[in-house]
């Protein structure tokens, strides 16, 4: 589970630094969940100015490669009026699959 974390942290770590850059108000990030049989899927959305390239970029500029290294499958949508949509997808099986599913109350 921690090639999850590390990627859903990057992912979400990528849209509060760039999303909303140009922007005077913070704005939202949000991040869904769904497990079907032993694939765990996570999006993180923003509605931000979507991808550019950024010359001042604060990072190192590897965070899309590492979660593409981390995920099974990694999708990133923009929207025709701006936002990013990051889909990462995960094969997970044994321990991984019983770690990732919520217990029930």
Known sequence: MARVKLAVSEAAANAVVHAYRDSRAPGDVRV?????EELLTVGVL?????M?????SPGAGLGLSLIADLADRCEINV???GGTEIIISFQIVGQDARSATCPSS
Do not use: L, M, V, Y
Not at 32 to 36: H, K, L, T, V, Y
Not at 46 to 50: E, R
Not at 52 to 56: E, K, Q, T, Y
């Open 32 to 36: 869904f969940i769904e497990q079907a």
């Open 46 to 50: 923003d509605n931000g100015i979507g």
């Open 52 to 56: 550019s390239p950024r010359a001042d």
């Open 79 to 81: 929207a025709p009026d």
